[in-house]
Nanobody, 116 residues
Framework: QVHLVDSGGGLVQAGDSLRLSCVAS?????MGWFRQAPGKEREFVAA????????NYADSVKGRFTISRANAKKTVYLQMNSLKPEDTAVYYC????????????WGQGTQVTVSS
Protein backbone atom coordinates (compact mmCIF):
# COMPACT_ATOMS: atom_id res chain seq x y z
CA GLN A 1 0.00 0.00 0.00
CA VAL A 2 1.10 3.51 -0.79
CA HIS A 3 -0.19 6.64 0.84
CA LEU A 4 0.58 10.12 -0.48
CA VAL A 5 -0.06 13.42 1.27
CA ASP A 6 0.53 16.59 -0.67
CA SER A 7 0.48 20.14 0.65
CA GLY A 8 1.78 23.66 0.17
CA GLY A 9 -0.64 25.27 -2.23
CA GLY A 10 -2.05 28.74 -1.86
CA LEU A 11 -3.08 32.00 -3.47
CA VAL A 12 -0.23 34.04 -4.91
CA GLN A 13 0.35 36.76 -7.46
CA ALA A 14 1.97 36.30 -10.83
CA GLY A 15 5.73 36.15 -10.46
CA ASP A 16 5.61 34.74 -6.94
CA SER A 17 6.89 31.38 -5.76
CA LEU A 18 5.43 28.40 -3.92
CA ARG A 19 6.82 25.08 -2.77
CA LEU A 20 4.67 21.99 -2.74
CA SER A 21 5.46 18.90 -0.69
CA CYS A 22 4.42 15.28 -1.01
CA VAL A 23 5.12 12.74 1.71
CA ALA A 24 5.04 9.14 0.56
CA SER A 25 4.60 6.02 2.63
CA UNK A 26 5.24 2.64 1.13
CA UNK A 27 7.76 1.56 -1.47
CA UNK A 28 7.88 3.62 -4.65
CA UNK A 29 10.27 3.87 -7.59
CA UNK A 30 9.57 7.30 -8.99
CA MET A 31 7.45 10.25 -7.92
CA GLY A 32 5.65 12.79 -10.01
CA TRP A 33 3.57 15.91 -9.89
CA PHE A 34 0.49 16.43 -12.02
CA ARG A 35 -2.02 19.24 -12.20
CA GLN A 36 -5.59 19.72 -13.28
CA ALA A 37 -7.08 23.07 -14.16
CA PRO A 38 -10.85 23.63 -14.26
CA GLY A 39 -12.36 22.09 -17.36
CA LYS A 40 -9.09 20.49 -18.42
CA GLU A 41 -7.57 17.05 -18.20
CA ARG A 42 -4.96 16.20 -15.62
CA GLU A 43 -1.50 16.80 -17.04
CA PHE A 44 2.03 15.81 -16.17
CA VAL A 45 4.24 18.46 -14.58
CA ALA A 46 7.46 16.87 -13.33
CA ALA A 47 8.97 13.60 -12.13
CA UNK A 48 11.97 12.43 -10.13
CA UNK A 49 13.57 9.07 -9.43
CA UNK A 50 14.31 8.26 -5.81
CA UNK A 51 17.55 6.61 -6.83
CA UNK A 52 19.91 8.94 -8.63
CA UNK A 53 17.53 11.87 -8.68
CA UNK A 54 17.00 12.06 -12.45
CA UNK A 55 14.23 14.44 -13.35
CA ASN A 56 12.02 15.40 -16.24
CA TYR A 57 9.59 18.24 -16.80
CA ALA A 58 6.73 19.33 -18.96
CA ASP A 59 7.81 21.96 -21.47
CA SER A 60 5.41 24.46 -19.93
CA VAL A 61 7.29 24.52 -16.61
CA LYS A 62 10.91 23.98 -17.66
CA GLY A 63 13.16 26.64 -16.21
CA ARG A 64 10.56 27.74 -13.67
CA PHE A 65 9.76 24.62 -11.63
CA THR A 66 12.20 22.33 -9.87
CA ILE A 67 11.39 18.91 -8.47
CA SER A 68 13.58 17.52 -5.70
CA ARG A 69 13.48 14.83 -3.07
CA ALA A 70 14.58 14.17 0.49
CA ASN A 71 14.95 10.41 0.63
CA ALA A 72 15.25 10.17 4.39
CA LYS A 73 11.98 12.04 4.77
CA LYS A 74 10.30 10.20 1.87
CA THR A 75 9.32 13.65 0.69
CA VAL A 76 9.24 15.13 -2.79
CA TYR A 77 9.11 18.85 -3.38
CA LEU A 78 8.02 21.01 -6.27
CA GLN A 79 9.56 24.46 -6.15
CA MET A 80 7.53 26.73 -8.40
CA ASN A 81 9.01 30.08 -9.36
CA SER A 82 7.82 32.82 -11.69
CA LEU A 83 4.28 31.57 -11.37
CA LYS A 84 1.80 32.50 -14.06
CA PRO A 85 -2.01 32.62 -14.01
CA GLU A 86 -2.03 29.62 -16.33
CA ASP A 87 -0.33 27.60 -13.58
CA THR A 88 -3.56 27.79 -11.59
CA ALA A 89 -4.72 24.23 -10.92
CA VAL A 90 -5.06 21.54 -8.32
CA TYR A 91 -1.68 19.83 -8.02
CA TYR A 92 -1.43 16.14 -7.22
CA CYS A 93 1.50 13.86 -6.53
CA UNK A 94 1.62 10.33 -7.86
CA UNK A 95 3.87 7.32 -7.42
CA UNK A 96 5.32 4.94 -9.96
CA UNK A 97 5.78 1.77 -7.96
CA UNK A 98 7.86 -0.39 -10.27
CA UNK A 99 9.37 1.83 -12.95
CA UNK A 100 6.75 1.14 -15.55
CA UNK A 101 3.85 3.52 -15.34
CA UNK A 102 2.05 5.86 -12.98
CA UNK A 103 -0.13 4.16 -10.40
CA UNK A 104 -3.63 4.78 -9.14
CA UNK A 105 -2.17 6.24 -5.94
CA TRP A 106 -2.71 9.99 -5.78
CA GLY A 107 -2.32 12.62 -3.13
CA GLN A 108 -5.47 14.45 -2.12
CA GLY A 109 -4.47 17.49 -4.15
CA THR A 110 -3.46 21.01 -3.21
CA GLN A 111 -4.89 24.12 -4.84
CA VAL A 112 -2.57 26.64 -6.45
CA THR A 113 -4.14 29.89 -7.57
CA VAL A 114 -2.10 32.55 -9.34
CA SER A 115 -3.69 35.95 -9.77
CA SER A 116 -2.62 38.37 -12.49
Amino acid sequence: QVHLVDSGGGLVQAGDSLRLSCVASGRTFKMGWFRQAPGKEREFVAAIYWSGGSTNYADSVKGRFTISRANAKKTVYLQMNSLKPEDTAVYYCNADLFGGRWSHYWGQGTQVTVSS
